[in-house]
């Protein structure tokens, strides 16, 4: 049996989860959480982080901190997770669905100026596959506008956007805010967990007494307030320290995660390049701002049809290859809310897109056993 | 050093956090989870029972539950945790804050009727201490007046309410919902966590929907329809499964936890007694409804000045000894909002109420010492 996804243990996680566990500071932004926020901001550049018991309160956070307000209007793709979404509609945000890029399952950055209106507030591109949507076509639009943007990066860690100068930023740095998740099925990961990424400074200050259930705790135990209280909406974003400490283990092997995850996806896709040319079978593309973080590997089919082959087939040699999203747009929950318009793209990768088993400790004949079935 | 609180451990937490980390099932909803819920249900007759990351997130799932909109009120004490109030205006509810009763700092029953108008929805009692309200009185309200009655029980594990028929039942179970925490300086802890009880089976299949980010994920799996997607709002309320296995080796010591916090209890009350009544000090009070739980031992003071002559003297000892809520009706976030009602009692309270160390590995040594600090 090779599963679609594996939890990969560095080793130290049970002892930094014991560490934190016999110390006895358990509740949430202990020495863990420090340190692994700490490890964000430094290696990657934002500005300031908050670890958030998923990426979902991430976004939640940051649907927050962006003060969406009933009948605010939010643009996003179609094709992404409903945590996406439900973050805004939750503070009452209408969303105008955006259609995914030909080439990639991404945002169509084109069809985003189209799409705002005066109620427009926040565009939350999505970097499907840890592929970076075109951040400066997206930033320039969201200042022309004024509008806020708010990277959904959850599967983006460890990946890069380069400008047209030349300057290279990681994923995540680039919007006014950004969330990560480290769920078990993420290139690092904590059972369920997230960050959000702050950085934009006039949102700073907020974002810590929204995560402290809107309290000003934080400035309270800096000595800047003599007392603290009520002073905001907020909710319980973070996470116990077991589970910082969790991801601290991860993060200390960050780099041996993604080489292996790298030489994985590589060897997929040179397997795979002949075969899936020859039938009109899309690989994952890399558009050239764009870096590979190997945190998926999926084909493009021609059809529902050939998807639906390629999975039995491989279902019947016990591996485990499955379909990702389905358009929200068309979703029982929001097709009524809709205005109607097509998004071919995004029906097409929710009928034609499958993902491959895609983890540390799959092998390289594991991989060539897959790759056999699909192309024989 | 005698600190207010310290995590208690039973010893197997990081044991089964091990087991949950090795067998690779680390986002949530797994054994452990289950475990835990089975727990709750069939030791409290709770109807349906979800593990939360936080009890504050349990009381977002109840917000949403009882399909709270923009200005509908809710009535709840202004002597709580911000959380209780902050998840029903999240949602845009009115808070419509009652005062706590004269012999304990519980809601004032007899208040309630009298703050129900049109735009009522539901009341919220919180059992402070973990000793609980008059909940026959609110539920004979809220039928009257066809309003949701939702617990929170944050402190309130293991605790219990008996009707004038004699019947008793444990506090969480009599509501139409119920919110717990297991942070950790609660009884029974997971670090950070908490838990949704649904006693009204209309919510039940709702709940499963809302903790699961809004999507049929769990219909699914039971096989119910035949693929999942977007059909509500939501959010994900599920903890990661390392937080649900720590969980579970303190319901293993339930027992043994609340018998020796019991002892604690109780040698307070007996050391304080005579010098409390001769002060005019107040030691907790508990009404023949309820159960003591033991979760906090606290004295209500005559004067702020008493209270902080009090909190000093035991510094000086090395004893941590700290007040609790200060009244939400006069937060800087909402006292503008509030109706300008004077509430007495829970301003009383917020300068009155003083709480002394309480936790499981607390000696009798200690509790002497602090005794013979506050008596001499």
């Avoid at 950004?178 to 904590?190: D, G, L, M, R, V």
Wanted: aromatic fraction near 12%; charge should be negative; hydrophobic fraction near 40%.
């Amino acid at each position: 049996m090779i599963p679609f996804n594996k939890p990969y243990l560095t080793g130290k996680e049970a002892h930094y989860m014991y560490d934190a566990v016999y110390t006895g500071k358990l509740s949430g932004n202990g020495k863990f959480t420090k340190k692994c926020q700490h490890f964000f901001e430094s290696n990657y550049g934002f500005r300031k982080c908050l670890l958030t018991t998923s990426c979902t309160d991430a976004l939640e956070m940051a649907a927050i901190l962006a003060d969406i307000q009933p009948g605010d209007e939010v643009i996003m793709p179609s094709y992404t997770f409903v945590s996406t979404s439900n973050a805004f509609v939750l503070r009452g945000a209408h969303i105008r669905f955006a259609d995914s890029r030909k080439d990639h399952p991404g945002i169509d950055e084109d069809s985003i100026e189209s799409l705002i209106t005066q109620k427009t507030k926040a565009i939350v591109p999505v970097h499907y596959a840890g592929v970076g949507c075109d951040m400066e076509k997206i930033m320039s639009i969201a200042n022309k506008h004024n509008l806020l943007v708010i990277e959904d990066a959850a599967q983006a860690i460890d990946s890069y956007f380069t400008f047209s100068d030349g300057t290279k930023k990681a994923l995540g740095s680039i919007g006014h805010l950004a969330a990560f998740s480290f769920h078990e099925t993420k290139n690092i990961i904590s059972g369920e967990g997230g960050l959000l990424a702050i950085n934009d400074d006039r949102f700073s200050k907020r974002a810590e007494i929204i995560w402290e259930k809107g309290t000003n705790r934080s400035a309270f135990f800096r000595g800047e307030v003599d007392k603290y209280g009520w002073v905001d909406i907020g909710s319980s974003f973070l996470p116990s320290e077991t589970i910082a400490a969790f991801l601290w283990a991860q993060l200390e092997n960050l780099e041996n995660i993604q080489e292996k995850r790298i030489a994985i996806w590589d060897q997929y896709y040179s397997g795979l390049k002949e075969w899936a040319e020859n039938r009109n079978v899309r690989l994952p593309f890399v558009p050239h701002f764009a870096t590979n973080n190997a945190h998926m590997f999926y084909l493009v089919c021609e059809s529902v049809e050939q998807r639906t082959e390629i999975i039995e087939r491989l279902k019947s040699k016990s591996v485990s290859a499955v379909f990702h999203y389905l358009s929200l747009h068309k979703s029982p929950f929001y097709q009524s809310k809709h205005d109607g318009r097509e998004l071919s793209m995004s029906d097409f990768y929710s009928e034609c897109l499958v993902r491959l088993p895609m983890y540390y400790e799959l092998t390289e004949d594991n991989i060539d056993l897959i790759i056999g079935n699909i192309t024989r």
